[in-house]
């Protein structure tokens, strides 16, 4: 049976979006991970879709912990609330969705106009909920179970609910599976000056007692095991944080992606890399420039909601010792998307 509840949320950008926390059977949904369709990332102007997507979640309220509904695994769409991973899942789905065809307008963004500056984000905002609130109507309802299609394929190791395992949890597991399903690609290596690291992915089964699902069935530890086992001696490229020192970009490099020789775009996907022992990433987040200086959109937990970070990315990082630098995974460009 599906669990549905409703509240409403005063938000500066989405005060017209009805939030919901929906909890689907695991095997209700079924869709191929292969008719997601992508082109070679060439034009950039969409990535402004991306990030205006984003923007529109200011203001959501930050909660860890929403998809430890059950140990029985199943699809949580949550709007009232997101953690930084979930922020970024909600917004990769629904810009997936917002690419097909009979969708496109749903954002009020067309082709020619997602690069300007003049979007209107209330508009934006409107429009992302005729998606998330089709669910109430009969001939628009498919609009809203396409966007779950979405979130499961990219939440899920081949888009396939099969138990917490499944479920992607490291989020170097997240970007392989999703490049595989050829929805991201990652570009850290693109940008000179970056290091890396090898070791070895097993922080979820030395601390399994910091995990509620893993703490009330152990027999689930063998099955995370396994899969930190492909993840044995795993070198990760990082660009260290240094390389986004507080010095100010050239703004005259803006249009081609490139700011003081970081391979970063607005919208990208930013994954910041951490020291501790058997962890890869520990926060997510999409780029944003402002005034030619990174930041972060993200939910953040300090802040205690969806925020545009006023501090720069570097500020943020430079006295966080056990943050070391960032992942930069592009989200690649659509020809079609879920349920064409």
């Not at 689930?220 to 990082?238: A, G, L, P, Q």
Request: hydrophobic share 35%.
């Amino acid at each position: 049976m599906n669990i549905f509840s409703v509240s409403l949320l005063s938000c500066c950008r989405l005060s017209k979006l009805i939030l919901g926390i929906i909890v689907f059977c695991g095997n209700c949904i079924c869709m191929s991970a292969g008719e997601v369709t992508v082109s070679s990332c060439c034009n950039k102007s969409y990535k402004n879709k991306i990030l205006k997507i984003a923007e529109n979640f200011q203001g959501i309220p930050y909660k860890g912990g929403t998809l430890d509904v059950s140990v029985n695994e199943s699809l949580v769409v949550r709007t009232d609330s997101f953690d930084c991973t979930t922020f970024v899942e909600t917004v990769l789905a629904l810009y997936l969705v917002s690419c097909s065809d009979n969708l496109c307008s749903d954002l009020c963004i067309s082709t020619n106009d997602i690069s300007t500056e003049d979007t209107n984000s209330e508009d934006t905002g409107y429009c992302i909920s005729k998606i998330i609130n089709s669910r109430d109507s009969n001939e628009n309802n498919g609009k809203f179970q396409k966007f779950c299609d979405a979130l499961q394929i990219v939440r899920y190791r081949d888009g396939i609910i099969d138990g917490y395992p499944s479920r992607l949890h490291y989020f170097s597991d997240w970007i392989s599976d999703n490049e595989k399903k050829g929805i991201v690609r990652e570009v850290t290596s693109l940008t000179s000056g970056c290091e890396y690291r090898t070791f070895n992915l097993n922080f979820m089964t030395t601390h399994s007692s910091s995990y509620p699902i893993l703490k009330s069935d152990t027999s689930m530890v063998s099955e995370i095991r396994d899969i930190e086992k492909r993840w044995k001696s795993f070198r990760m490229n990082y660009i260290p944080k240094n390389r986004l020192s507080d010095n100010k970009a050239n703004t005259d490099s803006v249009s081609v992606g490139i700011r003081r020789g970081l391979v970063v775009d607005d919208g990208d996907i930013i994954a910041l890399t951490t020291r501790i022992d058997g962890l890869d990433i520990v926060h997510v987040g999409f780029a944003k420039w402002i005034d030619g200086r990174l930041h972060l959109v993200h939910a953040s937990s300090q802040k205690g909601k969806v925020i545009v970070d006023d501090v720069p990315l570097y500020d943020y990082l430079k006295n966080k010792k056990n943050h070391t630098g960032i992942r930069v995974v592009e989200i690649c460009e659509p020809q079609c998307c879920v349920g064409k």
